[in-house]
């Protein structure tokens, strides 16, 4: 009987890792280059004159726009306000979300308590709650803060339960058959296999979070990137307006990439099969 050989010495991880990385420059070449592409496709639409630039800016005037207030240092109070309301939103619904899945998924008790208010909240879109948390908190960041929480904590909340309840019943029985106590069943098979379903609650929580954050700006608020937003729309500016869209977009990408970067490490933890 012959063993098989590896030609090279390389380990077997090595070779996963090639196409691992392969993907991840391709997709990063495509996706690069087709934003370029749009841009010079938005700036040449809007230099020929198809459209009114008042209606769409362009590429250029968007950049000329953000010179001289990052020049002057005056955006950074805007930028440190929103970002202030996002952090804190964001990391109170995780803070919250993210046992309240793990409740509800694990105990039944805990999902018919809570889970008729999540499905209730769930169905509302946040923003509806606005002008009630404006009067309670104010026009301050903290109103923000408040509908940049609310916004989260239902996606996290949702994906921790629906993560827990996908478990595999058959390895908890395994696990339960050999006395594993609650905080080793928690730690070696339910959040392990939660964790996918985590992440995308994570991203799509951070996505609602920069939603309230700029809704309650727009709506009331007399700082922030989407208080500049409101002003610059008041006056026609549109390429100030579209530096605003920018700068919430870059900030999305940011935790987005953040996200995925942290999730990688728990890539031990996903089947083979599932890699991408």
Request: net charge positive.
């Given at each position: 009987?012959?063993?098989?050989?590896?030609?090279?010495?390389?380990?077997?991880?090595?070779?996963?890792?090639?196409?691992?990385?392969?993907?991840?420059?391709?997709?990063?070449?495509?996706?690069?280059?087709?934003?370029?592409?749009?841009?010079?496709?938005?700036?040449?639409?809007?230099?020929?004159?198809?459209?009114?630039?008042?209606?769409?800016?362009?590429?250029s005037?968007?950049?000329?726009?953000?010179?001289?207030?990052?020049a002057?240092?005056?955006?950074?109070?805007?930028?440190n306000?929103?970002?202030?309301?996002?952090?804190?939103g964001?990391?109170?619904?995780?803070?919250?979300?993210?046992?309240?899945?793990?409740?509800?998924?694990?105990?039944?008790?805990?999902?018919?308590?809570?889970?008729?208010?999540?499905?209730?909240?769930?169905?509302v879109?946040r923003v509806?709650?606005?002008?009630?948390?404006?009067?309670?908190?104010?026009?301050?960041?903290?109103?923000?803060?408040?509908?940049?929480?609310?916004?989260a904590v239902?996606?996290?909340?949702?994906?921790?339960?629906?993560?827990?309840r996908?478990?595999?019943?058959?390895?908890?029985?395994?696990?339960?058959?050999?006395?594993?106590?609650?905080?080793?069943?928690?730690t070696?098979?339910?959040?392990?296999?939660?964790?996918?379903?985590?992440?995308?609650?994570?991203?799509?929580?951070?996505?609602?979070?920069?939603?309230g954050?700029?809704v309650?700006?727009?709506?009331?608020?007399?700082?922030?990137?989407?208080?500049?937003?409101?002003?610059?729309?008041?006056?026609?500016?549109?390429?100030t307006?579209f530096?605003?869209?920018?700068?919430?977009?870059?900030?999305?990408?940011?935790?987005?990439?953040?996200?995925?970067?942290?999730?990688?490490?728990?890539?031990?933890?996903?089947?083979?099969?599932?890699?991408?």
């Amino acid at each position: 009987m012959s063993l098989p050989v590896t030609v090279g010495g390389d380990a077997p991880g090595i070779h996963r890792s090639r196409p691992a990385a392969a993907l991840r420059g391709r997709r990063f070449f495509i996706g690069a280059g087709t934003i370029i592409g749009l841009l010079a496709l938005w700036e040449a639409v809007a230099d020929v004159g198809l459209v009114n630039p008042m209606l769409i800016s362009s590429p250029s005037r968007v950049v000329a726009a953000g010179i001289e207030p990052f020049a002057s240092g005056d955006i950074w109070q805007d930028i440190n306000v929103s970002a202030r309301e996002f952090v804190w939103g964001y990391l109170s619904a995780i803070a919250i979300g993210i046992p309240l899945g793990l409740a509800t998924g694990c105990y039944k008790r805990a999902d018919y308590v809570c889970g008729p208010f999540i499905d209730m909240l769930n169905a509302v879109p946040r923003v509806t709650f606005l002008p009630i948390l404006i009067l309670w908190f104010g026009i301050g960041i903290w109103s923000k803060v408040a509908v940049a929480f609310l916004g989260a904590v239902i996606p996290i909340a949702i994906a921790t339960h629906t993560g827990v309840r996908t478990n595999e019943a058959r390895f908890i029985r395994v696990a339960r058959s050999f006395c594993a106590s609650r905080f080793k069943l928690l730690t070696s098979i339910i959040l392990p296999g939660t964790v996918p379903y985590l992440f995308t609650g994570l991203k799509y929580g951070a996505g609602r979070a920069l939603l309230g954050v700029v809704v309650g700006e727009i709506y009331a608020s007399t700082a922030g990137i989407g208080h500049m937003i409101s002003d610059a729309a008041n006056l026609f500016d549109t390429s100030t307006v579209f530096l605003g869209v920018a700068l919430f977009m870059a900030a999305g990408v940011t935790v987005t990439a953040l996200l995925n970067r942290i999730e990688q490490h728990f890539d031990r933890w996903r089947p083979e099969m599932q890699r991408r």
